[in-house]
């Protein structure tokens, strides 16, 4: 096995994705390559230094900065507050049926007036022998 062959089986067993046989085949180079075994010693002695260090706070100003930097939305500010969209929900459904309730009331209003009308044409179109008269009687 040559050096750089060595080096790579040295990367991948540091990251545990070493096979067993190829565990082997490095272990017998380094037996015989004094200098792969100063570079694995020098990559564990890294790996371990790296494991020790510990994530370092985050500055207190850093949740302020990242969230004025944040682009605008095209929602209006007040939906973003839940209690106000729901009230403007409320609303808009209150509305549509106030709406609805008002076409329903002009509707009910043109259609009576309307009924009159066609009980009127039926009694010049038929005059009394029309079967209306017999129905009111
Ligand atoms: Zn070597």
């Known amino acids: 096995m040559r050096c750089k062959t060595a080096a790579r089986l040295i990367s991948l067993k540091l990251d545990n994705e070493l096979s067993a046989s190829k565990n082997v085949a490095l272990q017998e180079h380094l037996e015989r390559c004094p200098s792969c075994r100063q570079v694995l010693a020098s990559a ?3 790996q371990s230094e790296l494991q020790e260090l510990k994530t370092p ?3 207190e100003y850093l949740h302020y900065r ?3 930097n944040l682009p605008r939305t095209s929602k209006p500010r007040w939906l973003h507050q839940p209690k106000l969209a729901y009230l403007a929900a ?3 459904i209150m509305l549509s049926l106030l709406a609805g309730t008002w076409v329903g009331i ?3 209003e043109g ?3 309307y009924a009159q009308n066609l009980e009127e ?3 010049i179109s038929f005059g009394n022998n029309s079967l209306m008269e017999l129905f009111d009687e």
């Open 106 to 108: 002009k509707g009910y």
């Open 66 to 68: 990242i969230l004025s």
């Open 111 to 113: 259609s009576n007036a």
């Open 121 to 123: 044409d039926i009694y």
């Open 44 to 46: 564990q002695a890294l």
């Open 90 to 92: 409320s609303l808009a």
């Open 57 to 59: 706070a985050y500055p």
